[in-house]
């Protein structure tokens, strides 16, 4: 089931929180949500979650609209809000069937699927505990739990991994990473290493705008532009070598790396590739290569691109 | 239908975790009970086998114990974020109201028919009017679901349990006593509408055992604009103070 948002508007009072944003998720996709705080992830989320409707746009999961006919969107829906917000008083095994039940899961059906959600999520040691006892990651877990218990077609996730140990984020990334070979999936998450790792594409908004989409790498070459290089040379002297490397015709800038005397970053011009040069350069003057390796802008880098001038 | 059960099973749980339904049992049959038997205008100085003293009693200890019922149905939830999972479950926002509503008041239902005994009691010491008896519980029902559907009114429009409780209170006492008041002190039209604003004239007039649909329609009225009032607040979706 794919989900289809199509130039959204949401303002509270005088402010816009979401300004016209449109994407689209495809089915068997798993797509990242990135954006600083106030940024109108949360607001899209709810908006696609017929929590409350657009100011203006639609929003269709499966052709389906959230504006029209939200009751039959949200059957199809799993999701796990911000703050994981659960009844504390209930026990976990309670408040499952209750969430079965009111999803519309067949009653034969409700155990199996309790058990089933129980077992995926690690939660068999606890199952009788009250939830308001567990720690905050078997919390976690059992708003994980929730979200999936109907085997929902799309699945809306904000910050699923926040309060687990870094086994259990390793088991709901490949979970999530699972589900998402057939299903659709929204994540929301600040943590960006998790998003690469987990996510097939990536949408960045800020400011109410959407301000880019597309997967990890093609983001990284669409900020990067400009190769740049890592070098290490020996055997020379390196005033000598800083020139020779400036008078490489595609180089278009030269930096002493502070950690290593012998090590330069060299950053060719824009579109140039200056590899093969610098190895030349070496074997001209007989220095040794030690090292050469392509800075690979980090993901962090380029969300601070995209966002920090809106 | 089914949708407003499980709604409606999942809050009549929760009282019952929560002790609020035992507190709020225990109290009303502890109080109700001491001013019917034992203290004031009690069966044995009445020295009558009916229950009118009761139901004066149960009239005005509902009136603060049912604010307190339904003070966390909605202010609980919205303090806690789980209103934001319960509407984005398959639900309608009427569905929610009504079982929440339910759910109140199946628990008045299970209070006052714990004070059957009183009742028995009384048929034993002498001739009971049945009718009366039965009217009178009838009229506790009608009135429990008004003040239910204002308490959950109160309940959706703060994310405060205390300020829901007040305000639920602060809106009852206008039916439980002001309205009655000005009626008794007013002449014509204006007199004539303000008594028939009070829940007290169609609790009594249903306490002596008399039905009218006048009074039917009052307390369907009351409990309607608060149904209303409620989903209105509910579909806002301003749910974060």
């Keep these: ?310 | 239908m089914n949708k407003i059960w499980i709604i409606t099973k999942r809050e009549l749980r929760s009282f019952f975790n929560s002790l609020m339904a035992y507190v709020m049992i225990v109290l009303f049959l502890g109080f109700s009970g001491f001013f019917t038997w034992i203290f004031g205008n009690d069966i044995f100085l009445v020295n009558q086998a009916s229950l009118q003293s009761f139901f004066g009693i149960a009239f005005w200890s509902l009136f603060f114990f049912i604010p307190a019922v339904t003070m966390g149905l909605l202010a609980d939830e919205r303090k806690s974020g789980t209103i934001e999972l319960l509407v984005t479950k398959p639900v309608s926002d009427w569905q929610i109201v009504i079982g929440k509503f339910l759910a109140a008041f199946l628990l008045i239902c299970i209070t006052l028919a714990l004070t059957f005994p009183y009742y028995i009691s009384v048929a034993g010491i002498g001739k009971i009017d049945h009718g009366a008896v039965w009217m009178g519980y009838l009229g506790l029902l009608f009135m429990s679901a008004c003040y239910i559907s204002i308490g959950l009114f109160a309940s959706s429009i703060t994310g405060n349990q205390i300020v829901a409780f007040l305000i639920a209170l602060f809106i009852g006492i206008f039916f439980q006593l002001v309205f009655g008041l000005i009626g008794s002190g007013s002449l014509g039209l204006f007199g004539g509408l303000m008594n028939y604003l009070s829940i007290g004239t169609h609790f009594e007039s249903m306490a002596r055992g008399v039905i009218d649909s006048k009074d039917v329609i009052f307390f369907l009225s009351i409990i309607f604009l608060g149904l209303t009032g409620t989903e209105l607040a509910l579909s806002k979706r301003n749910l974060f103070n």
Excluded at chain 1, 54 to 80: A, C, Q, R
Excluded at chain 1, 243 to 271: C, M, W, Y
Excluded at chain 1, 292 to 298: A, F, G, L, S, W
Aim: aromatic residues 6%; hydrophobic residues 35%; contains cysteine.
């Design chain 1, 1 to 310: 089931m794919e989900v289809c948002v199509e130039s959204i508007s949401k303002s509270y009072g005088f402010q816009k929180a979401v300004d016209n944003i449109s994407f689209r998720v495809n089915q068997g996709e798993i797509v990242g949500f990135l954006g600083p705080n106030g940024a109108g992830k949360t607001t899209t989320m709810k908006i696609i979650t017929c929590f409350m409707p657009p100011d203006e746009g639609n929003v269709t999961v499966g052709g389906m609209s959230v504006v029209t006919n939200p009751e039959e969107v949200k059957k199809h829906i799993g999701y796990l809000p911000e703050s994981n917000p659960l009844y504390k008083e209930m026990a976990i095994i309670d408040y499952l069937a209750f969430a079965a039940e009111i999803q519309g899961v067949p009653r034969d059906k409700i155990r199996e699927r309790i058990f089933g959600m129980i077992q995926v999520c690690g939660l068999k040691s606890e199952k009788h505990k009250k939830i308001g006892e567990l720690s905050k990651g078997y919390q976690q877990r059992v708003g994980l739990a929730q979200a999936m218990i109907h085997d929902p077609e799309v699945l809306i996730l904000d910050e699923p991994t926040s309060g687990l140990d870094p086994n259990q984020i390793v088991e709901i990334r490949e979970l999530i990473r699972r589900i998402g070979r057939e299903k659709t999936v929204i994540m929301c998450s600040h943590i960006l290493a998790e998003v690469e790792a987990t996510c097939d594409r990536i949408v960045i908004i800020s400011g109410g705008k959407l301000v880019a989409d597309g997967t990890s790498t093609s983001l990284r070459k669409q900020a990067q532009g400009k190769e740049i290089l890592k070098v290490r040379i020996e055997d020379g002297d390196r005033n000598a070598i800083y020139n020779a490397l400036r008078g490489i015709d595609s180089v278009e800038l030269v930096d002493f790396l502070p950690d290593h005397t012998q090590s330069f970053e060299v950053q060719s011009k824009a579109g140039a590739n200056s590899r093969r040069s610098v190895f030349k350069l070496c074997v001209d003057n007989n220095w040794a290569l030690t090292e050469m390796t392509p800075v690979e802008r980090k993901l962090e880098e380029v969300f601070r691109d995209l966002t920090i001038n809106t």
